[in-house]
């Protein structure tokens, strides 16, 4: 496996509380992402990030932040939690970008729910 | 818009029959299309992409821009290609990938 992780794997937490995931890589890739996995919709883009301090959105980037301060560490941000945010979320990185037919690296999920 | 339809939610098949897994495309220009796997307990990741017509792993996938298809094929399906596919499409000069709703291959004994 790339060197990809995610942290917390796991996190139960409550409605409007803020809540921030974490993405770490050791492979110094430019490209990092953010996707949310839902049955039915398969995976989704949230965010991504295009070097450091460089960020653009995705397809459900409502009620979603990210950051990026360091070319290791992608961080994401849920200001006010709902139950629609309930999924679980995938980091991935890429050296190139797809532009270039880049191959994508993903890391191991975070199953986030929110009560 | 771009967007990548797998019409299939779930796919069974017994070990040794051939297997095809739908993706179709809509995108005006020239894609990039991949085929990404997800298996029990593993984290997703590339099987095999359009430009470089490898077969891995026995699949195959064929760009017929005519069809805005790319459908992932095996002639003998085995039990070990039980997981979770997902048809992927990049736009020309993006960096992103557009996913498909995914389908799951059930390879039975």
């Known amino acids: 496996d790339a060197g990809i992780t995610q942290s917390p794997r796991h996190k139960v937490t409550e409605t409007g509380t803020p809540v921030t995931l974490r993405c770490h890589q050791t492979?110094?890739?430019?490209?990092m992402y953010w996707y949310r996995q839902d049955p039915g919709h398969g995976l989704r883009l949230i965010h991504y990030s295009y070097g450091v301090k460089d960020t653009d959105k995705g397809e459900v980037s409502d009620g979603y932040s990210v950051s990026r301060s360091k070319t290791e560490d992608f961080l994401l941000t849920l200001e006010s939690a709902t139950s629609s945010q309930t999924s679980v979320y995938f980091c991935?990185?890429?050296?190139?970008?797809?532009?270039?037919?880049?191959?994508?690296?993903f890391g191991p999920g975070t199953r986030l729910t929110v009560t | 818009a771009q967007r990548v339809t797998q019409p299939e939610k779930l796919l069974s098949v017994f070990k040794g029959a051939p297997v095809e897994l739908k993706c179709n495309y809509s995108y005006s220009g020239s894609p990039e299309l991949f085929w990404y796997v997800q298996y029990s307990r593993q984290r997703l990741q590339l099987l095999l992409r359009h430009i470089s017509r490898e077969s891995i792993k026995g699949f195959t996938a064929d760009l017929n821009k005519g069809e805005t298809s790319f459908h992932l094929k095996k002639p003998f399906a085995q039990e070990e290609d039980s997981a979770m596919y997902y048809c992927a499409l990049s736009a020309y000069n993006t960096d992103k990938l557009i996913f498909g709703t995914g389908t799951r291959l059930q390879v039975f004994p």
């Open positions: 492979e110094n890739h430019r490209y």
């Open positions: 991935a990185i890429s050296e190139s970008g797809q532009g270039n037919g880049g191959e994508q690296y």
